[in-house]
């Protein structure tokens, strides 16, 4: 959460600072501000709200300066107003941070008992008074390192000091921070998303490390200021990704991509000629794995689930998932003989990330489902496997969990015939009707008068809820977090068989229910329990797949057909309807559908 940006140039850099926070906005939207620097001045603006606001503010001062720091807030200490917006400033210094100082009371005690005057209620503001307190009898390098010792936490840094002309310095702990190399300028930025319409040379800060930005030179420095080297990357550059382009929305475009990027990741997994999966340079041979651990958060936990089932389905695997903040903090029994798959888009999640390093640090087999491949998640796991999606700009998750879903099928495949647990003419079977998925997912993605209108009922109830068994359990939870973080209604996905058992209680009349019944091992007992609502008075909105035979149930309030696939890839198919009705309730109500409220895209606090 929240977006840094620094820029030491031999230009201007204000409004180079304000194209990269548009860029970072999707990391924090509440306010956001900008210092810069010159001639031992350092000028600052701040602003509630957009990044817009942040601009014609800017408009009406004249913020000189060749040096700088920017900052888009996601509010953990302090409500979102100017006085808690970044960056924070003393006399001597101006602060921009992501992340969370959680001994920052203490701290704050330690610095007032020494005559230090706090204006906000931030974390962040305690950094600032310690780093000019130790200016005092130090040099910068030093002053750094005994900064950041005394900070437990995580975060992400970007300094400006009054006295030092062309100077930037970034700290890293926990949260990711890149540096940017340009002609006679460097920058900073919370991931390359920010630094890519500058630079396409790039470098990481690993964990503990910190480094000193002037225009032509960077140097990066360990927690104890040892000089360390650094690998330059470069980075494939694809701007119009980045773009709405004839969209509304970057959810709308990345839901009507998503037939174009299943078909990424096919190309990438899949030997057309042979249907067989390429997944090569494994560091573990996969028929000694007995066991799977899938940990992720939000959207890519419910890929996690989607996947246990499949995994239960198509080998002899023993299967576990895992709420990443629920694992880290668990009494772990770690299993040398299981495999640990890490989900997430990100690949920034700091639940997720830390659930990763402690078992890296138990030495267990890791692996991640990504779709950053810069991030910190893909870069410690000891082997990646990424979803091929293009970046996922809409903080709703929507391209990327048909993408996680893929891999992990792909993976479930390789791994239930590697372990000889699915017969080779399945297998290829199984491999040629995935190909044939984007297919239909575009042939699904044409629904949508229908959506439209019934999306209204959504938007005008108190609540609603949304059933699945079986494959269409994780489905039926995706649907109603999409639901809930988009248009705010309250949602509940429940397993269909499960009603009886409470939250029948709910059902009153006009209640909207969606109810994923595919034509599946299920079908019938879901028509049941979808009867149990509608005799309640439930408003039903059955979401099937297509079929000669006619859903034989009266009272149905709607039905939508999704295409036919066989029963592993229907999920792919009842999510596309899903996707819609949250966007177009989410759009009926007029919400920012691309930043809905109190949340962000890559979620880097715990
Ligand atoms: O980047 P990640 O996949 O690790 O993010 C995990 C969740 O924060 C994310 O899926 C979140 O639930 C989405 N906003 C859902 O649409």
Redesign the pocket.
Known sequence: MCGIIGITSNKSVSSAIINSLRKLEYRGYDSSGLATLSEGIIYEVKSEGRVDNLEKNLATKNMLGSVGIGHVRWATHGIPNTVNAHPHSSENVSIVHNGIIENSTILKKYLISKGHIFKSQTDTEVIVHLITEYLKENNLKDSIVKMLKQLHGSFALGIIFKDKPDLIVGARRGSPLAVGYGPNENYLGSDSYALKSMTNKISYLDDGEFCVLKKDQVDFFDENGKKVNKKVLELSSNEENYEKGEFKHFMAKEIEEQPTTLKNCIKEYIDNINNDINIFNIPWDLKEISSITLI?????YHSCLMAKYWFEELTKLDVTIDIASEFRYRKNRFKKESLYIF???????AD?YAALDLCNKNKMKTCSVVNVIESSIARDSKFVLPIHCGPEIG???TK?FLGQMMVLYIFTLKLAFLKKDLKKEIYIQKIKDLKNLPQLVEKTLLIESQIQTISSTFTDAKGSMFLGRGFSYPIALEGA??LK?LAYVHAEGYPAGEMKHGPLALIEDGIPVVVLAPRDNYYQKTISNMQEVIARGAKVLLITNKSKDEVVSENIWQTIEVENANDDLLPFLLTIPLQKLAYYSALKKGYDIDKPRN?AK??TVE
């Open positions: 992720g958060c939000g959207t890519a989900i997430s888009q990100s690949g920034e999640t997720t903080v709703a998750s990327a977090l999409k973080e949340l890559s979620v």
